[in-house]
């Protein structure tokens, strides 16, 4: 078509650099502005299309609406007159890029999940630009994304469409096969087989959707080092895509985080109804995820201590001895997320220019029915608020465990601020409720925690508490320019439809906290009768079953918790995944694997570290790695319940009585109404 040297237009050709259906690629100088660009010409079979030709400089025109970074740039588009043919060519003058395919970049660098993700943010953000413009690509894949020697990812051939071609043919390990018809036409298939949306492979109109769907196989494939759909031919890889489920990405690649994995499977969900529905909130996801990576997530143990190595599942049946110590290890779980879902936010005692104590709200209705709202109201917020990447948490709980026990049920609001300072807030929230009617009032206030001005009052009426904290937290949010929060995406209304259940699962957790094992299930029982989808009280009831001696039943509530999963918050979730191959399905070599990733995803989640030390100990005989866990779970919070019941026993193994009485000491100090401090102190005697 086109010789090295030969003069186009005001462009001097370098070299050929690629061929599509309807175009063939050019390095080229513009000898106007003195720069090298990709030159793209339509093939000489098109010059006498007009419907292709048409579209070529339609879908130009369209991409280069897109101005955004990761987004291969268009310049210029034109006709000009081949001087040996004769013919009008028509061209589009792109930014040359120099760097690698994605694909070549993978197997040429080693990249950790950090980079992987950040690879992954950057691609679905020059996504997102062309989806605000409703432009969709059509053929997101690895061979459309160059990796440029800054390691900037860049998306090529946006809006551009592909060839047209009447049967399935293979182009080497893209599987770049493509189905013959014009796009715009319903009932016609094109695109990239392997990475095909089901509305592609099945000739349906698609949107952005189709798009995300075909960045989850991307993701998954980048996660994973395959595609999710395998399989020897076209035809199987479609049917595939059409009715087949992914296997889960942390099977592939253990070291995934769950919520990555959560992310590849919102992409690939088969019903477009079911992923993504804006590709800005997958850019979001993305982000909050690649700032927990920055954030400096690693292993606790010291890097004297080797990782231990599971080389196969343990034999239930020939390890019962095991069986009775795990379940005995882990009676004493105290389930602090929904109690205190956020101690990972609350660890630090350094100042954070957006930390916030939530203190309570007091009841102003003088109406006892309402007295569950006082603990309810800050649960609900922290669960709000705590999405928020920008902002570090104290939840109230957190702040009465820094309180002396004799004023954690008998204390004022100045000695709250003083215990909501140690732990490193700069602001408080407060604030009270009353009954309007038949309505609720929520007053609240934040103020500084070293001056006590008041920096922002609000106020929200309504019927349902859960509504009305929602609109409070967008509120807060705006005040605080909490930007990231200000559309919950998991706040508690999702994954419990009424305030009841809510208020009886509350009651439960103060009752399992105190170690009142059978008046707790009582509570939780009553919160699945309110709300048979409530996924939380399945758990905890699977659990306490467990602690009892009766696995039948725990595995029946572990059945019916994970039924009602997806509408758990992220790290609820995680937890069920964990305790269901512990209990449920009694795998520990996967139940370990995923406690390691939980502990990756959340180093300050104190309830994690503990048990993943108890895992190793028990695992693994490896004590130091053991200890290293446990005392960081006791570094976030001192009076951790669980992990200080656990130093008792590890001590007590190594024979250092004085040791676990120290610490069974401090757990009767921090819990005197609590019978387990009284059955360990007893048998340690």
């Given at each position: 078509m ?9 462009f001097k050709?370098?070299?050929k650099?690629?061929?599509g ?10 000898q ?13 079979d098109a ?17 280069a ?11 210029d588009?034109g006709t ?16 040359h ?6 694909t070549?970049?993978?197997q ?6 950090n980079?992987t993700?950040?690879?992954a ?16 690509h059509r053929d ?17 051939d ?12 293979s ?14 036409k319903?009932?016609?298939i ?12 099945k ?7 189709s798009?995300?769907?075909s ?11 395959e595609?999710?759909f ?17 296997e ?19 992409c690939l ?9 804006d590709t800005r ?10 700032r927990?990576f920055?954030?400096g ?11 231990p190595?599971?080389?196969?599942t343990?034999?239930?049946k020939?390890k019962?001895a ?6 005995a290890?882990l ?15 609350t660890s ?34 922290l ?15 957190r ?9 954690k049920?008998?204390?004022t609001?100045?000695?709250?601020v003083?215990?909501a300072r140690t732990?490193?807030a700069?602001h ?8 309007l009617?038949?309505?609720i ?13 008041i920096?922002t009052?609000?106020?929200v009426?309504?019927?349902d ?8 937290t967008k ?9 990231d ?6 706040s508690?209304?999702?994954?419990v ?7 009886q ?18 509570e939780?029982?009553?919160a699945i ?17 467990m602690f009892?001696?009766?696995?039948k ?8 918790a ?16 964990v ?10 070599n996967?139940?370990y694997v995923?406690?390691e990733?939980?502990v ?5 989640d104190?309830?994690?570290q503990?048990?993943l030390g ?5 695992f ?5 790695g ?8 006791l570094?976030i919070?001192p009076?951790f319940?669980?992990a200080l019941?656990q130093?008792v026993g590890?001590?007590?193994?190594m024979?250092?009585?004085?040791k676990a ?10 819990y ?12 340690l005697?």
């Amino acid at each position: 078509m086109l010789e090295i040297g030969q003069q186009f237009a005001h462009f001097k050709i370098v070299e050929k650099i690629g061929e599509g259906g309807m175009g063939a690629v050019f390095l080229a100088v513009d000898q106007k502005l003195n720069r090298q660009v990709a030159l793209k010409l339509l093939l000489p079979d098109a010059f006498d299309n007009s419907e292709k030709k048409e579209r070529f400089s339609r879908e130009a025109k369209t991409a280069a609406q897109i101005s955004h970074g990761n987004v291969m740039a268009i310049y210029d588009i034109g006709t000009t007159k081949d001087e040996k043919t004769g013919n009008d060519i028509d061209f589009i003058v792109m930014e040359h890029i120099k760097g690698k395919q994605l694909t070549d970049y993978f197997q040429t660098e080693k990249l950790d999940l950090n980079q992987t993700v950040r690879l992954a943010e950057k691609i679905a953000a020059g996504l997102a630009a062309a989806h605000n413009l409703n432009i969709v690509h059509r053929d997101i894949k690895a061979d459309n994304i160059i990796i440029n020697l800054e390691n900037e990812p860049k998306i090529l051939d946006f809006g551009l469409a592909k060839p047209i071609e009447s049967v399935f043919q293979s182009d080497g390990d893209e599987n770049t096969d493509t189905v013959d018809n014009d796009l715009t036409k319903a009932g016609k298939i094109i695109g990239t087989v392997s990475y095909m949306s089901p509305e592609q492979a099945k000739g349906e109109k698609v949107d952005t959707r189709s798009d995300i769907f075909s960045f989850g196989i991307l993701l998954y494939r980048m996660a994973c080092g395959e595609f999710p759909f395998n399989a020897p031919t076209q035809v199987s890889t479609l049917a595939k895509i059409l009715e087949s489920k992914h296997e889960p990405p942390r099977v592939k690649n253990a070291g995934i985080p769950p919520e990555l994995e959560r992310i590849i499977d919102k992409c690939l969900q088969k019903n477009p109804e079911d992923r993504y529905q804006d590709t800005r909130d997958l850019v979001v996801d993305l982000r909050n995820l690649r700032r927990q990576f920055d954030s400096g997530i690693t292993s606790t143990i010291s890097t004297e201590i080797d990782k231990p190595q599971i080389t196969k599942t343990v034999n239930i049946k020939a390890k019962p001895a095991l069986i009775v110590s795990i379940i005995a290890i882990l009676v004493f779980i105290v389930v602090w997320q929904m109690y205190d879902p956020q101690s990972s936010s609350t660890s630090t005692v350094q100042a954070n220019e957006n930390s916030l104590a939530i203190l309570g709200f007091d009841n102003k209705t003088n109406d006892e029915s309402y007295d569950w709202l006082e603990t309810g109201l800050p649960e609900i917020l922290l669960t709000d608020l705590s999405q928020s990447q920008a902002i570090q948490i104290v939840s109230q709980n957190r702040i009465l465990d820094c309180l002396p026990p004799d004023k954690k049920i008998n204390h004022t609001f100045e000695e709250c601020v003083d215990a909501a300072r140690t732990l490193g807030a700069i602001h408080v929230l407060s604030g009270a409720f009353y009954k309007l009617g038949e309505q609720i009032r929520i007053d609240a206030r934040i103020e500084e925690v070293g001056t006590g001005k008041i920096v922002t009052t609000h106020k929200v009426i309504g019927d349902d508490p859960f509504s009305l904290v929602d609109s409070l937290t967008k509120k807060i949010s705006a005040s605080l320019n909490l930007n990231d929060a200000q559309n919950v995406d998991k706040s508690v209304m999702t994954f419990v439809s009424s305030p009841e259940a809510y208020k009886q699962y509350l009651k439960g957790m103060d009752l399992f906290a105190q170690g009142f094992d059978n008046e707790a299930k009582a509570e939780f029982e009553k919160a699945i009768q309110i709300d048979s989808s409530f996924a939380l009280p399945y758990m905890r009831i699977g659990m306490l079953s467990m602690f009892l001696g009766q696995q039948k039943i725990g595995a029946q509530y572990f059945s019916l918790a994970k039924q009602h999963e997806e509408k758990l918050p992220l790290r609820e979730k995680a937890l069920l995944d964990v305790y269901s191959e512990l209990w449920l399905n009694q795998n520990f070599n996967n139940a370990y694997v995923k406690m390691e990733s939980f502990v990756n995803q959340f180093p300050d989640d104190k309830e994690g570290q503990t048990i993943l030390g108890v895992l190793q100990y028990e695992f693994n005989r490896d004590t130091l790695g053991a200890l290293a866990h446990i005392n960081k779970a006791l570094e976030i919070d001192p009076t951790f319940h669980l992990a200080l019941y656990q130093m008792v026993g590890i001590q007590k193994s190594m024979e250092d009585y004085d040791k676990a009485l120290e610490y069974a000491l401090k757990a009767k100090e921090h819990y005197p109404d609590s019978p387990d401090a009284y059955t360990v102190l007893a048998a340690l005697y």
